[in-house]
């Protein structure tokens, strides 16, 4: 099981009790496959954290693990090994902007 940690608001919206949720990953585990399992198991949240269309990230969107800034590696890139065997959360954060 991945754990993945989201921001308040999603977690309302998936309705989520407590931070994390876990989703199945079946094979390589990457930032993509985590978040198809995510949307797939949660739908409210299609099209919160990646665009309908492109699949890209949004732009108020960041993906975490293991302390490492993750947002821009290729969403095909395997996650580092503790987040893959569930020792470590996956996590996606909305930033902070304004002026």
């Known amino acids: 099981?991945?754990?993945?940690?989201?921001?308040?608001?999603?977690?309302?919206?998936?309705?989520?009790?407590?931070?994390?949720?876990?989703?199945?990953?079946?094979?390589?585990?990457?930032q993509r496959t985590v978040i198809d399992a995510l949307e797939a198991s949660y739908p409210t949240l299609r099209g919160t954290i990646r665009d309908h269309t492109t699949?890209?990230?949004?732009?108020?969107?960041?993906?975490?693990?293991?302390?490492?800034?993750?947002?821009n590696e290729a969403l095909d890139t395997p996650l580092p090994e503790p987040v893959a065997r569930g020792r470590e959360p996956y996590l996606i954060v909305g930033a902070i902007a304004g002026g």
């Open 1 to 30: 099981m991945i754990r993945v940690v989201l921001p308040y608001h999603l977690r309302n919206l998936a309705k989520l009790d407590g931070s994390e949720a876990s989703v199945d990953v079946a094979g390589e585990v990457t």
């Open 55 to 71: 699949k890209q990230r949004r732009a108020l969107v960041r993906f975490f693990a293991c302390g490492e800034d993750l947002s």
